[in-house]
């Protein structure tokens, strides 16, 4: 993230900084997926809106309609168009329900509602253009994806103003600036900083709440990007990080990050203070509550971030810091799990010390763009082994196969082979690789409730270990090593 620098710079140059104290607080699919959840977002920023006379609220869409309408388009490229229909309804429908609960000024909820058909009508458009293609691209989904976010932040902002908050509708795509890598796209922080202030300063000087599409962003040339599912959290991490924001608080449906995912381990905590290094390990392995991209624009514009309930909000939630103290009680922090990787092993005594072996393996399996979350060393040169999703293994099989054609017609290598499904399971907590004793107590309960180990590989940044189990074991093997993190490591 070079261009973080540039930011900084630009922030140095021209005393880009803050009037008044300014809070980013985004609210995730489930924090508006009903209009009970909306409500209680807007009490949660009536409460808010005295201590903070620069507050932006970022909205994810309602949850379930990004999936709803990127399977609606691939329906549609099937041939499908009737589900574009039954979508159509579907959407009116979820986003009207609200309007009628919450917005009870009959000229708001008539402009809300002429608005929320203007985008069920784009995406009626876009699903018949994709289905008479029968193709849809990356640009076409991202279109069609960003709808949810436009439709959800005109209904948050008629709500807000139904609390007599001066809430205003603002697509991201008029403030972060990015490439065209649709689906993923990757912001130009000096372009978006530029933006960003240009659009969102009137705004704050006139008193208004800036209620902001997440996940939604642009090219320079206006194209619509999107910044990944689970993008909003990103999106909050950019725009704090330009607007030099005090603080960004990612409001979701549980009490901040915890010791494990609390679907599969019901036991699970709340982890009050988390330092930034555990964090990014957490949501690199799949600790959904944060997308990780989020981290790293905050740290390195030194922007507070904090993890709250919407459902719960007297609760403090997890506080993210720099450094933390290290008690013998607070080695192991938390679990997480990958689920549906398999890993792909190349085999062959041939490949001992022929240089140049492993580069190509990566690179025919980035030539799919696959990317592999976990790499794991064997002892000899004679075998390399690594995790990919089970979506990509079958292109990534061919590929490798293609690649070493000739090594695997000569025999040096012997096989390339793609395992059953598994989990990469992911103990994380600061200190753990240099205490004594930990790696043990942690194969000690695998090995005591039946858990195989299939491999086994060390986070990079000496934050994690992770391992990976079968399937079948996967549940077990989460729960026996989430007793550590109750038990104090
Ligand atoms: P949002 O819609 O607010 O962005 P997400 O569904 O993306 O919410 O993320 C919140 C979910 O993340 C929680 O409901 C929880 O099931 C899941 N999750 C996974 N791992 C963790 C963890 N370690 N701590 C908290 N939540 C987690
Ligand atoms: N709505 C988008 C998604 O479902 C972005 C987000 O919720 O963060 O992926
Ligand atoms: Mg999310």
Redesign the pocket.
């Known amino acids: 993230m070079a261009n973080l620098s540039a930011l900084n710079q630009f922030k140095d140059r021209y005393a880009l900084h803050k009037r008044a104290p300014t809070l980013v607080m985004?609210f995730?699919?489930t924090s508006v997926g009903t209009a009970q959840a909306m409500h209680q977002v807007a009490l949660i920023v009536e409460e808010a809106r005295p201590q903070w006379p620069q507050l932006v609220v970022i909205v994810?869409?309602l949850a379930g309609?990004?999936?709803l309408l990127l399977e609606s388009a691939q329906g549609a490229v099937r041939g499908e168009v009737q589900d574009c229909a039954s979508t159509e309804t579907r959407l009116r429908q979820v986003h009207y329900a609200i309007a009628d609960e919450l917005v009870a000024d009959s000229q708001r909820r008539a402009v809300v509602k002429s608005e929320i058909d203007g985008f069920v009508s784009d995406f009626l458009n876009l699903c018949r253009a994709v289905g008479v293609l029968g193709e849809a691209s990356p640009r076409a989904l991202d279109a069609l994806?960003s709808l949810?976010?436009r439709m959800s932040v005109r209904l948050m902002a008629a709500v807000l103003q139904e609390h007599g908050l001066a809430a205003q509708a603002v697509d991201a795509s008029s403030l972060i600036v990015t490439d065209d890598h649709f689906q993923d796209a990757h912001p130009d922080f000096l372009a978006t900083a530029q933006q960003s202030t240009r659009v969102l300063q009137p705004l704050f000087d006139q008193g208004a709440i800036p209620v902001v599409t997440?996940?939604m962003a642009a090219t320079p040339e206006g194209v619509v990007t999107?910044?990944?599912?689970?993008?909003?959290?990103?999106?909050a991490g950019i725009l704090g990080a330009v607007l030099q924001a005090d603080d960004v608080w990612i409001w979701t449906d549980v009490d901040g990050v915890l010791t494990a995912d609390p679907r599969a381990v019901p036991e699970a905590r709340t982890i009050s203070e988390l330092t930034y290094r555990e964090i990014a390990e957490l949501a690199y392995y799949g600790a959904k509550v944060l997308?990780p991209k989020t981290i790293r624009p905050v740290i390195e514009t030194g922007v507070g971030l904090r993890i709250c309930n919407t459902f719960n909000p007297a609760h403090p939630g997890t506080r993210l810091v720099e450094k933390r103290e290290l008690s013998g009680r607070q080695i192991v922090r938390a679990v997480t799990a990958v689920r549906n990787q398999r890993l792909v092993t190349i085999e062959g005594r041939g490949m001992l010390g022929v240089p140049g072996v492993a580069a190509r393996a990566f690179g025919a399996v980035a030539s799919t763009g696959t990317s592999v979350p976990l790499i794991t060393q064997a002892s000899s040169e004679q075998s390399i082994c690594f995790a990919v999703p089970d979506s990509a293994s079958h292109r990534v099989l061919i590929a490798l196969e293609q690649t070493f054609a000739v090594e695997l017609e000569q025999r040096d290598i012997d096989r390339i082979w793609i395992s059953a499904e598994v989990v990469i399971l992911t103990v994380v907590g600061l200190g753990m690789i240099h205490t004594p004793g930990v790696a043990g107590k942690i194969f000690t309960l695998l090995g005591d409730n039946g858990v195989n180990v299939i491999a086994i590989a060390q986070g990079s940044s000496e934050v994690s270990i992770s391992l990976v189990v079968l399937e079948s074991d996967a549940d077990r093997g989460l729960r026996a090593i989430h007793t550590l993190t109750l038990a104090g490591g």
């Open positions: 985004k995730g699919g994810s869409a309609v990004t999936n994806a949810g976010e997440g996940f999107t910044l990944g599912r689970g993008g909003s959290d990103y999106s997308h």
